[in-house]
């Protein structure tokens, strides 16, 4: 029987910005409390894989959006990565992935010129694909910006509180690997709705990104942007390793998500 080596991701990981004890402690923590349920975490730049993952498992998960696609965005080790979780079998049962974006305008005109979906949108604009952004905050936006979306666990690992502490890990590793001045994510206005944004961590949301034709999605989706700047996430990061330091048990069920301020 062969042995399935998986890198560990603390062994990956370099801590090269944010509070660094505060980092690894959480890094540590949530590595260990996810093997616990069955599931090794490492880090991977292989997005041909990420699609191959998610085309199998579409049944209970949404498309990839396009800026996660190799075919049509240059994804490299200094602009993406994703989290890969494997049970004991081999199989892949956890993603969520990250992207880092210079933007020297604006979020709002990254978005609606869809070079944050595309590196060439020449062929998208012709489909008819269009983003409008309402979300005034956009606008304030530029520098390094991170995005984490594509987040999935399967079924039978649903119910250990993976989809509060996996965007938390997220974002402290976006942080100690290119320090963003915002770290942001999309939500559908169902999901919002539901309470999702608070679950994962974030406590600003504004209403709204207009899609259009979005390959893999709905013709027409109102959706909202998160947020969270350098000092929330650093802030975030050490209240988490405060708390796994006191032994409060990373992913408990019984935790509240965090209220959210919706702006529309």
């Given amino acids: 029987m062969s042995v399935i080596k998986i890198p560990r991701l603390p062994d990956q990981l370099t801590i090269n910005f944010g509070p660094s004890d505060a980092v690894a402690e959480m890094v540590l923590s949530t590595d260990r409390a996810v093997r616990d349920v069955g599931i090794k975490l490492s880090l991977s730049t292989d997005f041909a894989e990420l699609q191959q993952v998610n085309g199998q498992n579409r049944s209970d998960w949404y498309p990839l959006s396009p800026n996660f696609d190799p075919a049509g965005c240059d994804l490299n080790p200094g602009n993406a990565l994703w989290l890969k979780g494997v049970n004991r079998d081999g199989d892949v049962v956890l993603c969520h992935a990250l992207r880092l974006y210079t933007v020297r305008t604006s979020l709002k005109e990254e978005l609606e010129s869809l070079d944050f979906y595309f590196d060439d949108p020449t062929a998208a604009r012709a489909a008819g694909v269009k ?64 309470g999702m944004a608070g679950v994962y961590g974030y406590r600003d949301c504004q209403y709204a990104l207009w899609y259009t034709r979005l390959p893999g999605f709905a013709p027409f989706l109102k959706s909202a942007l998160c947020w969270m700047d350098t000092a929330d996430i650093e802030a975030e990061v050490v209240a988490e390793a405060s708390r796994r330091q006191q032994g409060v048990r990373v992913g408990l069920e019984g935790q509240r998500g965090h209220e959210t301020r919706i702006a529309s």
Avoid at 135 to 141: L, P, W
Avoid at 158 to 187: D, E, M, N
């Fill in 131 to 194: 983003v409008e952004v309402d979300a005034a905050v956009a606008a304030t936006m530029n520098g390094r910006i991170a995005y984490s979306g594509a987040l999935w666990v399967r079924s039978d690992f649903r119910g250990f509180g993976l989809a509060r502490s996996i965007p938390k890990l997220s974002r402290a590793i976006a942080l100690t690997t290119w320090y963003p001045a915002f770290h942001t994510c999309v939500l559908t206005q169902a999901t919002e709705e539901k």
